[in-house]
């Protein structure tokens, strides 16, 4: 009886050192965090269904995420698709908004491409393995905005688009790729749009 009671605690005792190892690799919200630095006065990024839009660096985004559980240790190694931004009005791309890599030693990553996909938001969301870690101020817009062809720059978007083109009562930042700030959409978004007239997920 006593042999068995103590292969009992044995075995109970290994998977509290099993468990105890999983949960201190868990991300934790309340101590992972993300640095978002715009150096202009441009906090918006137009992306497209192909990869083809602006990036977060060449917009002179910085944009990076630091993964912690919630000891406060760094999380190294954590797979680049396992982070990701979000918005739920975005139609991305499949694989379209992960991070540039896996974290590193420090639990960082970071995200200075585009995303692979349309719609025009004013916020983007950090998940790190399903969990929350931040709400940032980055905006998109994107020559793909119309819901009815969600990830493909198609006829319909062209219609929304040419609805607006020259006309001052009709501005909006969503059709204004190049956020010259009006007072309308102009030649300039006209040319980006029909440079991606047809894009869609590759």
Known sequence: MLKKSLVVAMFALVAACFAG???????CADSSYCVVVFGTTKDRVTIAPNGAGETFAGTSITFEVYLRNCAGAALAGVPAQEVVVFNSSLCICPGGNIADAATDLNGKTTFSG?????????SLQVFADGVGICTTTIKTNSPDHVPASPCAVDAGDLSAFAAK?????QYNICFDYNESGGPTIDA????FFASLLGAACQ
């Open 21 to 27: 190892t999983a949960a201190a690799d868990i991300v």
């Open 165 to 169: 083109l020259g006309i001052p009562l």
């Open 188 to 191: 300039g978004d006209l040319s």
């Open 114 to 122: 585009t995303i692979r996909g349309g719609g025009c938001v004013e």
